[in-house]
């Protein structure tokens, strides 16, 4: 099992910039997919981006494209998200999710999850 913890979520000013970092523990971090979801209040949780298990694919939900990069370091156990030009509806809890490599990619299944990093971006 995988241990997720998500960091670097704070306050911007919309237009504004940050990056949201999620680190694994417990398992070799190589052998997951990893995604972020957000959830905003009295929202659904939703899918925000995803990133395939050696980095080479990545998928990512229709209003963050250009926006949001997501991004890996299997040797630090990390996965990133660069969040750019930040609009007042990117505020949320952004969860970092991870499933193992047996299972495919592409589903935006996820079956490990973090505690959440609150990001608020200010109008």
């Known amino acids: 099992q995988v241990q997720l913890v998500e960091s670097g979520g704070g306050w911007v000013q919309a237009g504004g910039s940050l990056r949201l970092s999620c680190a694994a523990s417990?398992?070799?971090?190589?052998?997951?997919?990893v995604a972020w979801f957000r959830q905003a209040p009295g929202k659904e949780r939703e899918f925000v981006a995803d990133?395939?298990?050696?980095?080479?694919?990545?998928d990512y939900e229709d209003s963050v494209k250009g926006r949001f990069t997501i991004s890996r370091d299997n040797a630090k156990n990390t996965v990133y998200l660069q969040m750019n030009t930040l609009k007042f509806e990117d505020t949320a809890v952004y969860y970092c999710?991870?499933?193992?490599?047996?299972?495919?990619?592409?589903?935006?299944?996820?079956?490990?999850w973090g505690q959440g990093t609150q990001v608020t971006v200010s109008s």
């Open positions: 999710a991870a499933r193992n490599v047996l299972y495919s990619y592409g589903n935006r299944r996820y079956d490990y």
């Open positions: 417990g398992r070799t971090f190589s052998s997951y997919h």
């Open positions: 990133i395939n298990w050696t980095g080479g694919s990545t």
